[in-house]
């Protein structure tokens, strides 16, 4: 009896999956999203630059603006200019001198900004986050982008701060481990353990400007870590480009037409 | 007597009313059997075309909401698509495929207000 009902119950089970499959339908779909900025009035974009901090390890600016720029060359109907990568940190430099030759502005700004003397000490060492901030003030500099859109045809100008320090995080971390059991039979079980593990952070902040005025149209920030097992030696350069794959989806769908891949159930 | 005429009348009154639900649901059903197929073949717009129809033949039908949704999200109508799913866990709150379209569904569209925030 009991037999007969299991029988009739997977018979009963079967008919009941069979019956919703055929009213199911898998459809692949791609939802389209609409830039976060209205890009639509320029026709070129200039990577011009970067402020960055942390780690010497990996050239920052230079890398940061080699990959935007090949990526937007791809995913953007922009046009990409191909010009020097500027160091912002010299422009800083001469801002902030400037601004030391008006005193009723140095009296003002000197809390928040450092001097002359204190960028050439800094450029030996590196940046925190905290002192990076410091030179922000460049991106609010409405007639040096102005300028620098005048002399590009007036594009869309990308810029910003790029930290990337390395980064360092002991604790408890779940692993898999296979084990075979008396019979042979592979099992995979989770594993507890303490380990040190060491990686790296980045966090930019792009800053899109609009060539025409100087005037900053949009921002966005991110922060991404990764970390290994402190027996992995992954260089520096490897965990920057991992970190900014990760980033680079969002900081496109900024400027150009995203869409995302994935299924629905079709219902009948 | 009487009663049994008013009886008669009730019955006659809701066996109509099941025959016309029961018609409106056939309908509504080939229009979403139709819809199907057409969006298999990538025909999203008459897809959505006919899953309209089927809604407005029979508002109660949690299935046309669903792919409604489907639609609506493929053509990038975020705002409608949320509505149609919505309207398709109204009607079937224990219908797991929809959930799970919904869930999926949502996860885009938190982010992208969550971009615009």
């Known amino acids: ?268 | 007597m009487m009663s049994v005429r008013i009886v008669l009348a009730a019955g006659l009154i809701a066996s109509l009313a099941v025959t016309v639900y029961a018609d409106e649901r056939s309908d509504a059903k080939a229009q979403v059997e139709f819809g199907i197929s057409v969006a298999q073949a990538g025909l999203w717009q008459e897809a959505t075309y006919r899953w309209e129809r089927a809604v407005d033949i029979d508002p109660s039908y949690a299935a046309a909401w669903n792919n409604l949704g489907i639609a609506y999200e493929h053509e990038g109508l975020f705002k409608k698509a949320l509505e149609a799913y919505e309207k398709a866990l109204d009607l079937e709150p224990r219908n797991l495929m929809i959930q799970e379209n919904y869930d999926l569904f949502r996860e885009i569209n938190d982010r992208l207000d969550q971009d615009a925030g």
């Open chain 1, 1 to 268: 009896m009991t037999g007969l009902t299991k029988t009739l119950g997977s018979v009963g089970l079967l008919l009941f999956v069979c019956a919703c499959t055929n009213n199911l339908y898998e459809v692949p779909i791609e939802t389209p999203l609409q830039p976060k900025l209205d890009v639509s009035a320029f026709q070129r974009v200039l990577i011009a630059g970067f402020v960055t901090g942390g780690t010497n390890d990996v050239d920052a600016n230079l890398e940061t603006a080699r990959l935007l720029r090949s990526q937007l060359r791809t995913e953007s109907r922009l046009d990409v200019i191909d010009s020097e990568v500027i160091d912002l940190f010299t422009v800083a430099e001469d801002e902030s001198a400037a601004s030391r030759d008006a005193p009723e502005v140095e009296s003002t700004e000197k809390t928040t900004r450092p001097n002359a003397d204190e960028l050439d000490q800094e450029e030996e060492k590196t940046l925190s986050e905290e002192e990076l901030e410091a030179y922000e003030h460049i991106f609010a500099n409405v007639s040096y982008w102005r300028q620098l859109g005048e002399e590009h045809q007036s594009p869309l100008i990308v810029t910003g701060t790029v930290y990337f320090t390395p980064h360092q995080r002991s604790g408890m971390v779940t692993r898999e481990r296979e084990i075979y059991d008396d019979f042979g039979r592979r099992q995979v079980v989770p594993i507890r353990a303490y380990r040190d593990r060491r990686g790296y952070v980045l966090s930019p902040k792009f800053i899109f400007i609009d060539g025409r005025t100087g005037v900053t149209l949009y921002t966005e920030r991110y922060r991404e870590e990764v970390l290994y097992d402190v027996s992995q030696n992954t260089p520096a350069l490897s965990s920057y480009f991992e970190l900014m794959d990760r980033l680079l989806p969002s900081f496109l769908g900024a400027l150009s037409d995203q869409s995302i891949r994935g299924t629905r159930m079709l219902l009948k």
